[in-house]
């Protein structure tokens, strides 16, 4: 069985074969964060084959004693997606009233959500830090540590972080009933 | 773990503890066990990670093909700029690439140079013996 830094290694010296393994296995993962991130397809088609693309041509640059390639993988597509949305204008601003909402519909509204496209643009509303704390803790498995060096900052800042998108989820949830 | 920790616990990472942080897992569900207030706001709050469970991406299968079919061969040049520009960490990267741009100009002025001066070749040997006779001819002078 041949580790991931062997095959990252091989791919370095142009080995086609070594990067189809790391596709197979990378390739759900990374498409299921920039799928949530960007709900567009056209968009995560585009921002997947350039991360891939970085795999293949930046592979090098890898190392295996300070991260996982996975880690390191979500931290090409990360960037890739912030990047996407400064270009596109499309970045959440941090909302100052994150505070919820006294009045807010009562819980028991939430339970008749069904649509998956819904959950999804509420997910878009959310500023996109908070949008990908959640994502990479929620969808990807990801440890904390994990999801907070990606996102550069603190454990504690990454759970602030996730409470206000959280909080500030449930209230667009409600109030897009 | 506290009451206070579990709380935020539940707030950040949500209400399926398989996903709150491994090292303080099996301390927060004992919490959980005994703290009324946690449990309510879990039931509370369940509704959010629920309505995240439900929100799938759609597959796309020609992806792989699409990507590998993209792929660009890998020219000499870069594996060159590969070796130059090793996958060391940033720290080194970051010594190495200045170091690597000031020899630049040393490496331009050697071939420069090489190309520039040439090596005077006697062209037949009637001169060469004509010039060491010259020397020869200084020597005796010394000698007298």
């Known amino acids: ?177 | 773990m506290n009451h206070e920790r579990l709380i935020q616990i539940i707030h950040a990472y949500g209400t399926h503890s398989d996903r709150w942080p491994e090292e303080e897992r099996n301390a927060a569900i004992k919490q959980l066990q005994t703290d009324p207030e946690a449990q309510k706001l879990l039931a509370d709050l369940n509704i959010v990670d629920t309505a995240l469970d439900k929100f799938g991406v759609p597959e796309m299968p020609q992806l792989s093909d699409k990507i590998l079919g993209n792929l660009p061969q890998r020219l000499w040049i870069d594996r060159c700029l590969e070796w130059l520009l090793p996958s060391v960490d940033e720290l080194l990267a970051y010594f190495w690439r200045p170091v690597l741009a000031a020899s630049l100009p040393l490496v331009a002025g050697l071939l420069l140079g090489s190309n520039l001066f040439t090596v005077e070749v006697t062209e037949s040997w009637e001169d060469e013996i004509v010039l060491i006779a010259l020397d020869e001819t200084r020597l005796g002078e010394f000698d007298e």
Request: charged share 25%; proline share 2%.
């Open chain 1, 1 to 177: 069985m041949v580790s991931e830094a062997e095959l990252v290694q091989q791919l370095s010296s142009g080995d086609e074969n070594a990067y189809r393994i790391l596709l197979d296995q990378h390739l759900a993962s990374i498409s299921s964060y920039v799928g949530r991130m960007m709900h567009s397809n056209a968009d995560t088609q585009d921002i997947v084959q350039e991360t891939f693309l970085r795999l293949w041509t930046q592979g090098a640059r890898f190392n295996p004693e300070t991260a996982k390639l996975t880690t390191w993988l979500h931290n090409i597509a990360h960037n890739l997606c912030v990047d996407h949305f400064r270009k596109h204008n499309r970045m959440v601003l941090e909302d100052v009233n994150d505070e919820p909402d006294e009045h807010s519909e009562p819980v028991s509204q939430l339970q008749n959500l069904e649509s998956a496209t819904h959950i999804g643009e509420c997910l878009m509303q959310l500023p996109e830090r908070q949008r990908s704390a959640i994502i990479m803790c929620h969808y990807q498995g990801m440890s904390n540590k994990d999801a907070a060096a990606i996102l550069d900052i603190s454990l504690d800042a990454l759970e602030s972080l996730m409470a206000r998108g959280r909080r500030k989820l449930r209230k667009l949830l409600v109030s897009n009933l």
